[in-house]
């Protein structure tokens, strides 16, 4: 399952779902809206198997790796959200749920920046043409 931080437009959440790409949205679908960060981490170990995506840049933190989910932070304006989100999908090195489970990703415009479950040092990875 993806899901949007509630920071994330609903513009960009209309988006995405033209794009046929299923979202749901905290605050919206997904838990209350107002939800405090240090809830959010919870709240994905109940649903379990989920990416989450997000422009708050304090959940790209090494120690919230873990096997349940992934954390995307979109380092990139707000109505460009989509557009990046759609590309990180569509990256070979994530194109699978399974391929994503137990990392934290920092994605921008100069590329993807990431923490595996267990690493020692952080990944870096290009954009694909």
């Given at each position: 399952?993806?899901?949007?931080?509630?920071?994330?437009?609903?513009?960009?959440?209309?988006?995405?779902?033209?794009?046929?790409?299923?979202?749901?949205?905290?605050g919206?679908?997904?838990?209350?809206?107002?939800?405090?960060?240090?809830?959010?981490?919870?709240?994905?170990?109940?649903?379990?198997?989920?990416?989450?995506?997000?422009?708050?840049?304090g959940?790209?933190?090494?120690?919230?790796?873990?096997?349940?989910?992934?954390?995307?932070?979109?380092?990139?304006?707000?109505?460009?959200?989509?557009?990046?989100?759609?590309r990180?999908?569509?990256?070979?090195a994530?194109?699978?749920?399974?391929?994503?489970m137990?990392?934290?990703?920092?994605?921008?415009?100069?590329?993807?920046?990431?923490?595996?479950?267990?690493?020692?040092?952080?990944?870096?990875?290009?954009?694909?043409?």
């Amino acid at each position: 399952m993806n899901v949007l931080d509630e920071n994330l437009p609903d513009s960009q959440r209309q988006l995405l779902r033209s794009w046929r790409i299923r979202v749901r949205q905290i605050g919206n679908e997904i838990s209350r809206q107002g939800i405090k960060d240090d809830e959010i981490i919870p709240l994905l170990h109940h649903i379990g198997s989920v990416t989450f995506f997000t422009r708050d840049m304090g959940f790209y933190r090494r120690h919230l790796c873990h096997p349940t989910y992934c954390l995307v932070c979109l380092s990139v304006g707000q109505f460009e959200a989509a557009s990046f989100i759609r590309r990180f999908l569509k990256h070979p090195a994530f194109n699978t749920r399974a391929k994503r489970m137990g990392k934290v990703i920092r994605v921008s415009h100069t590329g993807i920046r990431m923490w595996k479950l267990h690493a020692e040092r952080e990944g870096r990875l290009v954009w694909y043409p």
